[in-house]
């Protein structure tokens, strides 16, 4: 079959082009297609219906943890913009600018928002008077903008979906409490929804977000061995705070600044999933997130009973809360296959007269690639363990990846050659904390600080670079 | 109480200045509040939970009739607006323009969507291939963008939320059907969920959309007696189509035009509920929509139990599906109603030590203001049942409004006889079909015709302006 053979050919090997690999992932699978306006995209139903499923599960744990969605304005006035020295340096030489509405020239032209702390903190400092407003814990689910230069399609792009969720606390300590808090939820996502093994930690001064007194980051290894910063909480004291005069009269009735937080994770982690967990034949998805977790391939479907036992099968499991597609096309089973391969089904099941006949159904794992009989009887017990088994597995192969990867160095040297023998992937190495050094590690070897994740005493105690006493222990990679 | 006074004293009278009272409701209700953006607004975490109750019924809605989600960019290029002639004449006078990314100017501007007719036909221009890729039934929820000179909250807004369905099709006659059936939809969503009644009917020629053959839409009366366009329904033929050159193969491998439809809701439907079901007193919230159905108002909190009991109270209704609060603070019982009265809150319990000794609890309804002891035994049955008396109730008291303000017209002076004896309102009255008509009727009585809803023989078959033969009766009404 022409479709069949196009299905084939069509995907670089992983190994080969890993970048090309990615493209026709995500074009092949359906997950987005390109638009007129570099960076932006068109996501497709297939690509959206795994955000909304990743945005079902994180918006139900904000809300378990006490957060309440809102909606801020797209637009930041220049001036609003310019009220936090910092963020505006950060921000400002990315974003795109409206000067025109309508016919009409703007007297002060406004920012499609890069992110929205200026916004919060405008709005916080008009309903926050007393500490009995505190603390207003908002999240938002929206989309931003900042003009890349280069673009790939949801790990880089001019446009990206998000959520940002922005904090106003009475405490330093209740706001630093609420950075960890979520930087835990996103670990806990990742890992037990996403089956993407985490790396949590903080980020040097360099790589801090542009405003914050910290930024805490989760990192994790793609397959080509490289790391992919899947989430951010920043902790801001009260910096933002004192710009933006957020006061509130404490029970005393003094006047107290606020201590903010933000964190946000975004459409990147659909690029982290494909790149954690994708092989040469397509997508492979964790079953949490899948659109479809199960496609049943009616086999010999002219034959009579076959569609109606498939179609029994598909409410069964509908019904028991499993997201299943019958596919009853004509296309052939054997494009079929190929087809929900690529899309990373995580479990194919085919039914014919034979299977009828015997009470039984043939299941085809999609990342073991094992096929296995089973009862027609016991589907709706048996199939949710199967999804289990599959998440735990993708899981432990994503983990053994780093595990093989990760390596302990003594200078950056020892970097160099690990990267060279076994590959890229995460080197720790204690670091003396200067800017200098950390340019220079990543010159010699391509490999950026990810991530502060001790206090620099995990190897020798020494910087890998200059060889004096080390502040900071830190993972060291190459980053998307 | 300080803030008691201040809940109470703050809202204008619904009949003493309409405009003011819808003001005061949705900035005390907590719906939303203003940003340095004109008529962009911060939605704040109640205003939000409605539009997100509104938008997870429809989105089902969509579901069940076979539309996927996806999302298109937020951004137009000049040239892609221009494709269409009438909806680039429609729009462009309207649009913000994006003229910067980062320091540099754009070579081609790109307007932020102001609707995204453009971008889905792009998109369908490159996935559309043969009948076999049809029909396409998408949909998407964004926000869009168009530079209004006069705005109010949710009504008419610079940036606004909404859905907007947009469908291919092989046939006329497909995208016709798709067309009428998402106008059903509207219409039973406005009615069961929202409880405001509708009229269902087809705009004339001069206030269709930019590029349509047809628009459908459904109307409301508001209590002030003014008409709110509350969702529409668009049927395009194949304009676009040749416009984009959106073409399939059919069965006999002809190349052929697809024929299009798109449809939307938006934020609007949210200042229709408060204009038809809000009083005096604040808010008064459809069941279906209410982010919170039933307040729990402990009585003597500090007696022994009575906390306890209204924890208990709250969590068998959350179990049984009641969306509850259970305010536990330590402002006034008196405060508390008159809190929740504002926001709308359907139903409110009140339990204290004697109600508990009793076995009972007192109900008070946000709509009748009746007041009923309910046994705490039977609260899971009961409470639903209320629930739906409360938006029966409000929906017959809407339809009561209309009712009595509607008027068969013969001639547009009968239009304002009526309207000055009785009230504005809908005027029933047929029409020549002529646009110089329409106009004259609009100057004379200040109402436009709202929508087609009959052949021009439902009254005297004579155009009320002109005199001559009608093609159709409309309904004329002042307008939002």
């Given at each position: 079959m022409a479709n069949q053979k196009k299905l084939v050919t069509a995907i670089t090997s992983r190994d080969t082009d890993f970048a090309q690999w990615y493209t026709d992932i995500v074009t092949k699978a359906e997950l987005v297609s390109y638009t007129g306006v570099k960076g932006c995209l068109a996501i497709r139903p297939y690509g959206w219906a795994i955000w909304e499923n990743i945005q079902r599960i994180l918006n139900d744990m904000f809300k378990a943890t006490g957060h309440e969605n809102v909606s801020m304005p797209m637009f930041i006035p220049e001036g609003l913009l310019q009220k936090e020295k910092d963020h505006v340096e950060g921000f400002a030489p990315e974003v795109a600018w409206v000067t025109l509405g309508g016919a009409e020239e703007l007297t002060e032209r406004l920012c499609v928002r890069p992110t929205s702390e200026t916004l919060f903190c405008e709005h916080y400092a008009q309903i926050i008077k007393s500490h009995r407003d505190l603390p207003k814990l908002y999240n938002q689910w929206c989309s931003v903008v900042r003009w890349e230069k280069t673009t790939r399609p949801f790990l880089r792009s001019r446009e990206f979906h998000w959520q940002e969720g922005h904090t106003a606390h009475a405490t330093a300590d209740d706001a630093i409490a609420e950075t960890e808090r979520m930087l835990d939820i996103y670990a806990e996502f990742a890992e037990k929804y996403l089956n993407m093994p985490v790396i949590k930690g903080r980020k040097t001064e360099s790589d801090k977000f542009a405003g914050a007194v910290a930024t805490y980051a989760i990192e994790a290894l793609m397959h080509d061995g490289k790391s992919l910063q899947?989430?951010?909480?920043?902790?801001?004291?009260?910096?933002?705070?004192?710009?933006?005069?957020?006061?509130?009269?404490?029970?005393?009735?003094?006047?107290?600044?606020?201590?903010?937080?933000?964190?946000?994770?975004?459409?990147?982690?659909?690029?982290?999933?494909?790149?954690?967990?994708?092989?040469?034949?397509?997508?492979?998805?964790?079953?949490?997130?899948?659109?479809?977790?199960?496609?049943?391939?009616?086999?010999?479907?002219?034959?009579?009973?076959?569609?109606?036992?498939?179609?029994?099968?598909?409410?069964?499991?509908?019904?028991?809360?499993?997201?299943?597609?019958?596919?009853?096309?004509?296309?052939?089973?054997?494009?079929?296959?190929?087809?929900?391969?690529?899309?990373?089904?995580?479990?194919?099941?085919?039914?014919?007269?034979?299977?009828?006949?015997?009470?039984?159904?043939?299941?085809?794992?999609?990342?073991?690639?094992?096929?296995?009989?089973?009862?027609?009887?016991?589907?709706?017990?048996?199939?949710?363990?199967?999804?289990?088994?599959?998440?735990?597995?993708?899981?432990?192969?994503?983990?053994?990846?780093?595990?093989?990867?990760?390596?302990?160095?003594?200078?950056?040297?020892?970097?160099?050659?690990?990267?060279?023998?076994?590959?890229?992937?995460?080197?720790?190495?204690?670091?003396?904390?200067?800017?200098?050094?950390?340019?220079?590690?990543?010159?010699?070897?391509?490999?950026?600080?990810?991530?502060?994740?001790?206090?620099?005493?995990?190897?020798?105690?020494?910087?890998?670079?200059?060889?004096?006493?080390?502040?900071?222990?830190?993972?060291?990679?190459?980053?998307?």
């Open positions: 899947a989430g951010t909480s920043h902790y801001f004291g009260d910096g933002f705070a004192r710009a933006f005069e957020i006061q509130y009269a404490d029970k005393n009735n003094t006047l107290q600044y606020v201590h903010q937080t933000s964190w946000g994770v975004s459409t990147r982690l659909i690029g982290g999933l494909i790149m954690t967990h994708g092989d040469d034949d397509g997508l492979v998805l964790p079953p949490a997130i899948a659109p479809i977790q199960v496609a049943i391939i009616p086999v010999q479907a002219q034959k009579e009973g076959v569609l109606d036992k498939a179609r029994e099968i598909a409410d069964t499991l509908t019904k028991a809360g499993v997201r299943v597609k019958l596919d009853d096309s004509d296309n052939s089973p054997g494009w079929k296959f190929a087809e929900y391969e690529m899309k990373g089904v995580p479990l194919r099941i085919e039914i014919g007269p034979r299977d009828i006949a015997e009470g039984k159904c043939m299941s085809a794992r999609r990342d073991t690639r094992e096929k296995q009989p089973l009862s027609l009887d016991g589907l709706t017990a048996e199939i949710p363990q199967i999804l289990e088994k599959i998440g735990h597995n993708i899981y432990n192969k994503a983990l053994e990846n780093r595990s093989a990867r990760y390596y302990t160095v003594e200078t950056e040297s020892d970097i160099t050659k690990a990267f060279a023998d076994k590959g890229d992937g995460y080197a720790e190495g204690d670091w003396c904390g200067s800017e200098e050094c950390e340019k220079a590690v990543k010159e010699a070897t391509g490999a950026g600080s990810r991530s502060i994740i001790g206090d620099g005493h995990n190897g020798t105690g020494k910087c890998i670079h200059c060889g004096k006493t080390a502040k900071h222990t830190v993972i060291w990679a190459k980053a998307y």
